[in-house]
């Protein structure tokens, strides 16, 4: 092989010129087919160019996997035609596995593979040559790239990966029928020889099925697999590369194959017969036996229907199948009697619930079986003659009167007498009493239909042979009515009308309500009282409906002349004895409007003003508010306009002696009298009008005498009565009262200079300080007046 290599090598060196080519005799093909050129500058000329031949001619170099050999496997040769074969040119070799997997011969060009290759691992290197000087190590080329593939040899065995499989196929299925498709998978090239080439067999697992050798899509090979028989097939799976020839490699899987169930097995009862003993007092729905159908099939295809077939004795029992077990459970429907009937027989049908129509063919998909019940005898309690008891009796019946009987009877062979008691736990009360050979019931309390109504307990029965024997049942008794009660009217109490009504409008419908039990056909009459019927206001209409209305007799009503009417309504029961009540309605006059809808029946609503809105009486309150406000503020500003004419100079000295009798209150007084004019007469004469009040009507004053400067003040005021008495326009009052004899009686004396012996200047008014805070002001001012004497020189 190398020297064929060599020799290849020789000849396009010989041909080409000396160019580089890979040393293989297919690519070398290739290469030939292939001439390219490529244009480069030349050192050393001008710059004009010349098209030349390319200096690297590349193409894929190979090199075998797995080489074992003691020597490095040689690759390639890489060559220059720059290279004159004295030694100026060096190779140089970089990429993919350089140095590590490959090296190059820096003389020569040789590639060699240092160690094994494995195409699986990395199946090509990609590197990079160059041809450079060898003394200034400038390349003389650029740098070009190639490829070195990994040769595949066979050295890896299909694989299933996704193995071990596991299938199924439907029992009974034809030859053929499709069960799965495995699939092997080779490491190795597919496109290089057969080494990737895979082919299937079975190794175990026939006759049973089958695999295409190619495909690997195994099938059924025999008819009618019946998985009653078996179920479970594992069928060897071998896949071999190098289309099966000898020396290819082989791998395995297993395949684990289930049959399916189908449909294709009816039920069958083990025996025809089942034999079946049940105690009479078995309970209405339990069940008294089991019996079972076979049938080989699994799931869905095994459950089985049960049904009796119609027959003797088969209305009593009822058939329901097991979920679990798919047994059929036989149930009671009716009560057994040992002493009626001893043994029932009837046939019952087993069937498959779910059919497959490709078996019909086979026959059908059920079968029979016979079952015969034995009643055996069992001691039972004794039997009422009825499931319940209803009796009746009147309210307020006398204590001990009887109502009715139950009756129980001992139905076995050499029946038992049967004693009875009531369930105290029933008749908690003790209302009635039962005798404990009769049967009989009879009252034990006074009844009540108002009370209670109806009464509901139990009465037991036992054997006297065997007590513990009981049978219970219930008895029920209706509390009858006695007509006690008058009938009442029914709510409302009250109605209204409107002020608009017209004569016989219908204003109220009412009916009547009886505490009694009404009877059936219970009727209720309505009429007015009879010291109401003359009355012209209203009247009761009895529609003989148990209903009645109310009606008005006249036109209009006045809530100003009447709000309320009361109607006296007599109503009448058709009970015995016949009872009756007198019931009164209240009538409420109501404003409506033209439809008849009531406004307002509201008393306070006839002093309000028809036809206005809420806003317009709060603005009417409110201007009358505003009008009051001023009035007031106008009175207040008027009395302090008259206080401030009455109001006098600050050096007006006023002594306030309203009652000259009491003793005087000091500054505290409030009205005062302007004592000036009674120390000085000819005051009066200035001021013709008096200052103490507010006259009336304007009028010129009088002419008075003049007083003399010594005139007696006691004269002086006589002469003042007199002239006020006689004077038509003077007040009808005298607010001055006895001047001359003021403050007789008083521990401070007298507080007027009328009496006093000495003048005003002689005065010591120091005494004033002694007399309290009360007088405080009053000694300040006359302290002041002495100290200031505008007479004294200092």
Known sequence: MLTRNCLSLLLWVLFDGGLLTPLHPQLQQTLEAEPRENVVPMPGRRSSTQRVKRGWVWNQFFVLEEYMGSEPQYVGKLHSDLDKGVGTVKYTLSGDGAGTVFT???????????????????????????????????????ESEFIIKVQDINDNEPKFLDGPYVASVPEM????????????????????????????????????????????????????????????????????????????????????????????????????????????????????????????????????????VPGDGGNLFDITTDENTQEGVIKLKKPLDFETKKAYTFKVEASNHHLDHRFHSVGPFKDTATVKINVLDVDEPPVFSKPMYTMEVYEDTPVGTIIGAVTAQDLDVGSSSVRYFIDWKSDVDSYFTIDGSEGTIATNELLDRESTAQYNFSIIASKVSNPLLTSKINVIINVLD?????????????????????????????????????????????????????????TVQDYRNNTAGIETRRRGYSRRQQELYFLPVVIEDSSYPVQSSTNTMTIHVCRCDSDGTILSCNVEAIFLPVGLSTGALIAILLCIVILLVIVVLYVALRRQKKKDTLMTSKEDIRDNVIHYDDEGGGEEDTQAFDIGALRNPKVIEDNKIRRDIKPDTLCLPRQRPTVEDNTD?????????????????????????????????????????????????????????????????????????ENYNPDKVT
């Open 104 to 142: 190059i011969d820096e003389t020569t060009g040789d590639i060699h593979a240092i160690r094994s290759l494995d195409r699986e691992e990395k199946p090509f290197y990609t590197l990079r040559a160059q041809a450079v000087d060898i003394d200034s190590s400038k390349p003389l080329e650029p």
């Open 173 to 308: 299925s034809p030859v053929g029928a499709y069960v799965l498709q495995v699939k092997a998978t080779d490491a190795d090239d597919p496109t290089y020889g057969n080494s990737a080439r895979v082919v299937y067999s079975i190794l175990q697992g026939q006759p049973y099925f089958s695999i295409d050798p190619k495909t690997g899509v195994i099938r059924t090979a025999l008819p009618n697999m019946d998985r009653e028989v078996k179920e479970q097939y594992q069928v060897l799976i071998q896949a071999k590369d190098m289309g099966g020839q000898l020396g290819g490699l082989a791998g395995t899987t297993t395949v684990n194959i289930t049959l399916t169930d189908v449909n294709d097995n009816p039920p069958r009862f083990p025996k025809s017969i089942f034999h079946l003993k049940v105690p009479e007092s078995s309970l209405i729905g339990s069940a008294i036996g089991r019996i079972r159908a076979v049938d080989p099939d699994s799931g869905k295809n095994a459950e089985i229907e049960y049904n009796i």
């Open 482 to 538: 006695v007509n006690e009660f008058p009938p009442e009217i029914s709510v409302p109490y009250e109605t209204s009308v409107c002020e608009n009504a017209k004569p016989g409008q219908v204003i109220q419908i009412v009916s009547a309500a009886d505490k009694d039990l009404s009877p059936a056909g219970q009727r209720f009459s309505f009429r007015l009282s009879p010291e109401a019927s003359n009355k012209p206001n209203f």
């Open 713 to 785: 003040i006691k004269d002086f005021i006589n002469q003042r009565l007199k002239e006020n008495d006689a004077d038509p326009l003077a007040p009808p009052y005298d607010s001055l009262a006895t001047y001359a004899y003021e403050g007789n009686g008083s521990v401070a004396e007298s507080l007027s200079s009328l009496d006093s012996l000495t003048t005003e200047a002689d005065q010591d008014y120091d005494y004033l300080s002694d007399w309290g805070p009360r007088f405080k002001v009053l000694a300040d001012m006359f302290g002041e007046e």
